[in-house]
């Protein structure tokens, strides 16, 4: 270094050292310096101990169905960094995605980056057997993440299912029983047919929550009448399309929590539903984490066999909403089932369903056209 006062003339006259390799030495000595002032007073990346935690929630959301793909990792990462107040180099919080290919090959001995392998409708059904096995094996991972015990009847109020499917409002049968020639025909109500999407969520003790329904609506307070005489607790939202999505499933998750500490249901608790990616985000999983809902997401195109609440609730209660729908058409003399009058209805239903029993949500029917048996939580 040069001592206050030196010039690089100079001190190559008196050391006759060359004034090139003087300047080389001075540039070394500033990048050396600044950088153990960058390692004393600013974290270039995550801290150790943090990514560790993040390794392990990727695990878990893979381990459970959810794999996450690069973008998702460096979404959760950014969260890690803004949750927690961490100093990092990375702009705005946002790592970059140098940062997260280095952080999954650090950690590439319990990470793996693999091509998504996307398997035929053939292959599919023959793998059917192994596809069931593994997602009993899920099941079982996260039941020991929750420390439930299948055997123990209490704990079974603690397995959940979640499902949504639509109730339409078509005043159509298929069949009418009329004189030899004559023609079966019926009034269809003005307004045509429209759909409701309901979100059910079920126990495996037969326990029910409140319907969730989305509306087709942009209105942030949803009118009185929308609402009024729906079944009891039930809970409503809008959406521009009347759909389910990411925004309305995380405030699903979020009301879902509430209704499970009123109904004094132990903690953790595991949630078996099927992998629309429009309603996971990582926003989703972590309100889930955060509340100690576990969420396991079934095989694809496996729901007409392993969605209990389609296979053993939405087919008997879609033959009673068809006999209700058709008693309002002839007492109503054919008016629509319009927003304010689609709660009455469901409420309606919801009592139906209660006279006429629960299923039991242990029991996973499997059927195809090769392969027929029906499979227990060993």
Request: include cysteine; charge should be positive.
């Amino acid at each position: 270094m040069l001592n206050e006062g030196e010039t690089y003339r100079g001190v190559s006259f008196k050391t006759s050292i060359p004034i090139g390799t003087l300047h080389s030495y001075k540039r070394k000595q500033m990048i050396k310096k600044k950088t153990i002032v960058e390692k004393r007073g600013r974290n270039v990346g995550i801290p150790k101990k943090i990514e560790v935690q993040a390794v392990k929630a990727i695990k878990a959301a893979a381990d459970l169905g959810w794999p996450l793909d690069v973008n998702d990792v460096q979404e959760l990462l950014e969260i890690i960094v803004k949750d927690l107040s961490l100093v990092t180099q990375f702009k705005n919080g946002i790592p970059s995605k140098e940062y997260v290919r280095k952080f999954l090959k650090n950690n590439s001995d319990q990470l793996s980056v693999r091509k998504v392998e996307i398997l035929k409708k053939q292959r599919a059904e023959a793998e059917t057997p192994e596809i069931v096995n593994n997602f009993i094996e899920t099941v079982k991972k996260a039941f020991s993440l929750a420390k439930i015990d299948h055997r123990n009847l209490s704990d079974a109020t603690r397995v959940l299912n979640i499902d949504e499917t639509a109730f339409s409002t078509s005043a159509s049968t298929k069949k009418l029983i009329v004189s030899r020639g004559g023609q079966a025909s019926i009034i269809a109500p003005n307004e045509g047919k429209a759909c409701y999407t309901v979100l059910m969520t079920g126990s495996a003790a037969g326990h029910y929550f409140p319907p969730y329904t989305v509306l087709k609506g942009t209105e942030t307070t949803i009118p009185a009448n929308w609402v009024l005489n729906g079944p009891k607790g039930a809970a409503f939202t809008t959406s521009p399309n009347g759909w389910m999505d990411g925004t309305r499933f995380l405030q699903y998750i979020s009301w879902l929590n509430g209704e499970i500490i009123e109904a004094k249901i132990k903690k953790p608790v595991v949630v078996i539903m099927d992998g629309f990616s429009g309603h996971i985000s990582l926003s989703v999983l972590e309100e889930a984490r955060k509340n100690e809902i576990i969420l396991v997401k079934l095989p694809p195109n496996s729901t007409h066999y392993l969605q209990a609440l389609d296979v053993a609730v939405f087919g008997p209660m879609k033959k009673i909403w068809g006999n209700i729908t058709r008693k309002f058409y002839r007492q109503s003399q054919n008016k629509s089932i319009t927003k304010s009058v689609f709660p009455v209805l469901l409420s309606s239903l919801m009592e139906r369903m209660h006279e006429e029993g629960t299923a039991n949500l242990l029991d996973i029917k499997i059927k195809t056209s090769k392969w027929k048996k029906k499979t227990h939580l060993q």
